[in-house]
Nanobody, 124 residues
Framework: QVQLVESGGGSVQAGGSLRLSCVASGSIYSSYCMGWFRQAPGKEREGVAAISTSAGSTYNIDSVKGRFTISQDNAKNMLYLQMNSLKSEDTAMYYC?????????????????YGKGTLVTISS
């Protein structure tokens, strides 16, 4: 079992920045795919970004390219999402996620474990 706890959400104006953090505990191994998902009000959850903890390869969706950066600190079992140039459409609950598929194949469609989420609100 894997436990994930997010932090760093908040309310900022459009154009601002936030950094989300996630600490992982439990049966976390060195070769995992970890990522961030979000769910806006009235919408389905969507994958935002992912990283292979062993290879360091990163993936993200087109709408956040150039604005969001996913990173990790394996020594601390930490995952981060640096979000810059935030837009109102980025408003959502953001969830940290982990999956045993180390190559992150199919990451966008879902992962094995999710945290409880941290709320990000962008005002225009």
């Amino acid at each position: 079992q894997v436990q994930l706890v997010e932090s760093g959400g908040g309310s900022v104006q459009a154009g601002g920045s936030l950094r989300l953090s996630c600490v992982a505990s439990g049966s976390i191994y060195s070769s995992y795919c970890m990522g961030w998902f979000r769910q806006a009000p009235g919408k389905e959850r969507e994958g935002v970004a992912a990283i292979s903890t062993s290879a360091g390869s990163t993936y993200n969706i087109d709408s956040v390219k150039g604005r969001f950066t996913i990173s990790q600190d394996n020594a601390k079992n930490m995952l981060y999402l640096q979000m810059n140039s935030l837009k109102s459409e980025d408003t959502a609950m953001y969830y940290c996620a982990a999956d045993s598929r180390s190559n992150c194949g199919g990451w966008y469609y879902g992962m094995d474990y999710y945290g409880k989420g941290t709320l990000v609100t962008i005002s225009s």
